[in-house]
């Protein structure tokens, strides 16, 4: 099974505080992934920290979970899918966060997308890719 990586970064204008504070919200995920995202359950130590719990529905697709493995505030977010995905051997998505001379910040979101279905991998990348690199865009507008 070959693992296939998204790779998207995007420099905002608004300070690492801000940025993180909107991406480690769930909810706000729904805008970035062009998807529902529901909040399934807190973190053990923050709201939106590790163990905390997410089911996403991307269009006709049936909904798959995420848990919230690694949470650094102000620089990283680290979850993988639990449940409801073919996507979900050695599947995780990995968003740093980093401070930008000017004041903004830098965000580098990766996710390692592997299947038993070497197609399924290689689709899933390309749309990924394209719906991220278009939610940062417009995100950017909205931290």
């Given at each position: ?13 608004a300070?690492?505080?801000r940025?993180?504070?909107h991406f ?6 729904g805008d970035?992934?062009d998807?529902?995202?529901d909040?399934?359950g ?8 590790v163990?905390s719990?997410?089911r996403?529905r ?6 798959f ?13 680290e979850?993988?899918i639990t449940?409801g995905?073919?996507l ?9 966060f ?6 903004g ?6 996710i390692?997308i592997a ?15 394209r ?11 909205r931290?």
């Open positions: 099974m070959r693992a296939h990586w998204v790779t998207v970064e995007h420099d905002f204008s300070p690492v505080d940025v993180f504070a480690s919200e769930h909810e706000n995920l970035l992934l998807a529902q995202v909040r399934l807190d973190g053990e130590l923050h709201r939106n920290g163990g719990r997410r996403i991307i269009g006709p697709l049936p909904p979970e995420e848990i919230i493995t690694r949470f650094e505030p102000g620089e990283l977010i979850y993988r449940k995905s073919p979900l051997h050695d599947h995780v998505g990995v968003l740093r980093s401070a930008l001379p000017g004041g910040t830098h965000v580098d979101y990766r390692r299947s038993r279905v070497p197609a399924v991998a290689l689709l899933v990348n390309a749309a990924t890719t719906t991220l690199a278009r939610g940062m865009t417009a995100a950017d507008g931290v």
